[in-house]
């Protein structure tokens, strides 16, 4: 088997994947249809664009087809894009304003228009054979390595604010989840390398043996990663319920009302009221508990006590709120009427509704295991 039959089993068993994936995000019942249909719309523009490793010759009759096929890849980083802000924010919803994100298609495809979808079938065939002597090429190349690069740049901010509002509003972060989202990312972006590689190689040494081994590495890159999204699809069927996008860091309501962080006896009875509360109600003890859920029982204003929490007490209102639980669990590993209670019925009792979440933060307060714990007390 040389390397262009194996780089066409590769690229169509990846791309009957792709699209068996896609089907399965289409179909499949779940809340977060919106994110799942984003996800599924980027899996196809990829099989859209890994049909160039199946091409080999395009007939006179299907040159204005390729052409298209070839301005698919300007949606990619764009809906892409969009997937990841569905995915970290909750209440994300498309708007009539996000068509302007399909303006590169559009002019890319309208200058395609007199030279190469009108023109005559001569001017297709010159087309084909010098394009990368054409500016329109050149004009496509730079649009969307230019687009490509503030659309990823986006969604990494975008991963960064929603880890951090999550740590400041929830107790519950599915951080393996997050990892997930922020490994795709990575993950495709270098893929995207490869890309480059690939077009460097081009305009410094040309067509060749090299450039024919990049392109079947980066086919098998293909089947690798989306082989590697089954995966995730199958292994976590939904990820993390996402953030409200309205909602602020600490430190951007600290800036915008350019709060200084002075403790005074008004704030030190507000932190005393709040222990006092955490310790006799125990509402760490609700896994599902939110900052905005703690400020209607403590009657507070949820972004006070955000800031109360998490600048003046300097701590992540996730940390906050495990301190407590962590406590309430060593009290029950060192009690010898509890003995018989297993870790995993203390981690629920407590609030924790993950063991590795559990067992990571009963690591970082204690210093041990939750099984140390235990032994060491007993």
Same mark, same amino acid.
């Given at each position: ?107 890319? %495809? +309208?200058? /395609? =228009?007199?030279? @190469?979808? &009108?023109? $005559?079938?001569?001017?297709? #065939?010159?087309? !084909? ?44 972060? %599915? +951080?393996? /989840? =997050?990892?997930? @989202?922020? &490994?795709? $990312?990575?993950?495709?972006? #270098?893929?995207? !390398? ?55 860091? $600490? ?128």
């Amino acid at each position: 088997m040389n390397k262009y039959t194996f780089l066409d089993i590769t690229a169509f068993t990846g791309i009957f994947v792709i699209l068996f994936l896609a089907l399965f995000l289409f179909t499949v019942k779940t809340k977060h249809k919106l994110g799942n249909s984003l996800f599924a719309f980027f899996l196809i523009a990829n099989a859209i664009d890994a049909c160039k490793y199946l091409i080999h010759d395009i007939p006179e009759n299907l040159i204005n087809i390729e052409a298209f096929r070839w301005s698919i890849a300007l949606l990619v980083p764009v809906i892409f894009y969009l997937y990841v802000r569905s995915i970290c924010f909750s209440d994300f919803r498309l708007k009539p304003k996000q068509l302007l994100h399909l303006l590169p298609f559009v002019v890319f %495809n +309208l200058i /395609l =228009i007199p030279g @190469l979808f &009108l023109g $005559t079938p001569t001017e297709k #065939l010159y087309f !084909l054979r010098h394009m990368n002597d054409m500016p329109e090429i050149h004009f496509f190349e730079i649009l969307f390595e230019t687009s490509f690069q503030i659309y990823f740049i986006a969604a990494f901010l975008i991963l960064k604010k929603s880890r951090t509002i999550y740590f400041e509003n929830y107790t519950d972060p %599915n +951080l393996s /989840l =997050i990892r997930a @989202l922020n &490994l795709i $990312t990575i993950v495709y972006y #270098l893929l995207h !390398l490869l890309v480059l590689f690939r077009r460097l190689v081009t305009y410094t040494i040309g067509f060749g043996e090299i450039r024919d081994w990049i392109i079947t590495v980066d086919g098998f890159s293909f089947l690798v990663i989306t082989c590697w999204y089954l995966f995730i699809a199958l292994s976590r069927p939904e990820f993390f319920r996402g953030v409200n996008s309205k909602l602020e860091s $600490t430190k951007d309501i600290a800036q915008k009302h350019k709060a200084a962080i002075i403790i005074d006896d008004e704030t030190n009875e507000r932190i005393e009221f709040l222990k006092e509360f955490m310790t006799s109600k125990e509402p760490y003890l609700d896994s599902t508990l939110t900052i905005q859920e703690l400020a209607k029982q403590v009657k507070m204003p949820a972004k006070d006590l955000s800031v109360l929490i998490n600048l003046y007490m300097n701590k992540h209102f996730f940390d906050f709120i495990n301190e407590y639980r962590i406590e309430k669990a060593t009290q029950i590993l060192k009690d010898p009427l509890q003995k018989e209670v297993t870790i995993l019925e203390v981690l629920y009792q407590v609030g924790f509704n993950s063991k590795s979440s559990f067992s990571a933060s009963f690591k970082k307060h204690t210093g041990k295991t939750p099984t140390d714990f235990r032994k060491s007390s007993n």
